[in-house]
């Protein structure tokens, strides 16, 4: 009997161990690391409709809360003449990154990230650079995103997606990043479902922050270890649904069933 109990709390022991990460040099995560599990938010810009065509996608395969970013001047044309109006933000950036007064005026944000533990932020390319826009909104929640767990998809016609990465980084330079990014482009947007869902495979999405996955319209965790508070293991693939009320230890996380 003594030692079914301490085999019990020893397994409850090693679960809250599993929570423990760790970071590479560059501030990514690798897929394998456990990650701090918690609810989703997915923050996005969308100027031509690409990105909001992807996190549609996207929110069809993950649960999480969505955030629009919107400029406060409607009606610009960014890629007019040559795209001089996008080349002038992006420049006035350029000039002082460290300045508020640099980057465009955005829409009032109410949402608070107090609320999530990762965030995944959908955004265009403008010039190799991240859309002034989406950069206005890190710029001032940059410093909320630090020790979140940060995925980020870029959207864009052709051009390479390094330089919105530095861009995120210089901006939300405490964040905890996955080990990849996700590049959408014209060759491959008509494929952006299977794409989405390979990325989120390859960071290991599910697993390292134990974000329920939707699946044929149920919600289910896949690959979650689930104990009840007396160390006993419940299984290791089900319905959230189907679980008694009670407090669960899930994936080194406390969670309560009401």
């Known amino acids: ?13 090693l679960c809250l161990l599993a929570v423990a990460c760790s970071n590479d040099e560059d501030g990514q995560v690798n897929a394998q690391t456990t990650m701090k599990a918690g609810k989703t938010l997915v923050v996005y810009y969308s100027y031509t ?32 003449n040559g795209y001089a109006l996008g080349t002038q933000l992006l420049n006035a950036i350029k000039a002082n990154p460290n300045d508020a007064g ?7 944000v109410t949402t608070s990230l107090d609320d999530y533990q990762n965030i995944i932020i959908v955004t265009p390319l403008w ?18 995103m630090a020790e979140k767990n940060i995925g980020l998809i870029v959207s864009s016609a052709s051009s390479g997606i390094s330089g919105v990465v530095a861009d995120c980084k210089r901006l939300v330079p405490d964040g ?13 947007r ?15 999405f599910q697993k390292v922050t134990g974000i329920v996955q939707i699946e044929n319209g149920k919600r289910r965790m896949e690959n979650a270890v689930v104990y009840d508070l007396s160390g006993r293991p419940t299984t290791l693939n089900y319905q959230l ?13 406390k969670r309560i069933v009401e």
């Open 190 to 204: 008509s494929n952006r479902s299977m794409l989405i869902k390979n990325w989120l495979n390859t960071i290991d």
């Open 1 to 13: 009997m003594k030692s079914s109990m301490i085999c019990r709390m020893l397994l409850t022991v």
């Open 127 to 144: 010039w190799s650079q991240m859309a002034a826009i989406m950069q206005a909104y890190l710029f001032g929640a940059g410093p909320e």
């Open 102 to 108: 640099s980057y465009p005026a955005i829409d009032e």
């Open 176 to 188: 905890n990043y996955f080990s990849e990014n996700l590049w959408i482009n014209n060759s491959n």
């Open 49 to 80: 409709g690409n990105c909001r065509d992807i996190v549609t996608t996207l929110t069809s395969q993950i649960e999480a809360d969505v955030l629009e970013i919107q400029p406060a001047e409607k009606g610009l044309q960014y890629e007019a």
């Open 241 to 253: 649904s189907a679980l008694p009320k009670g407090i669960y230890i899930v994936n080194g996380e």
